[in-house]
């Protein structure tokens, strides 16, 4: 009676050690798969700032382009109206008022 009640227990505490060792597995593995999909989205974050990053650059190159074209053309404007401005006072309605001085 004794050997067939140990028996059983020890069927018993084998069975519970063999659910205990799968479950143990089963949590290592969702573990390793959090870890390993925590570590793709942070990959891919990086990624996307990297990637934002470079937009942001090149739009504010572009926007500074754009920024030294608008001054170049207003300071040829300035310097053609400076030019005019000068040249019509010698040769416009006021190049008489130099033959009175």
């Known amino acids: 009676e004794y050997l067939r009640e ?5 069927t018993l505490v084998a069975q519970i050690a063999d659910e205990n060792e799968k479950e143990r597995k089963v949590r ?7 870890r390993h999909l ?3 989205f942070l990959v891919e974050q990086q990624q996307r700032q990297q990637q934002k990053l470079a937009e942001e650059l090149e739009e504010n190159e ?7 074209m608008k001054r170049a053309q207003e300071e040829k404007l300035a310097a ?3 030019g005019l401005g000068g040249s019509h006072l010698l040769h416009g309605d006021n190049a008489g ?3 009175e001085v």
Do not use: G, T
């Open 97 to 99: 008022a130099l033959d």
């Open 38 to 40: 925590l570590q793709n």
């Open 62 to 68: 572009r926007i500074e382009a754009y920024a030294r």
């Open 6 to 10: 140990r028996a059983e227990v020890d």
């Open 80 to 82: 053609e109206k400076d």
């Open 28 to 34: 290592e593995e969702k573990q390793a798969e959090s």
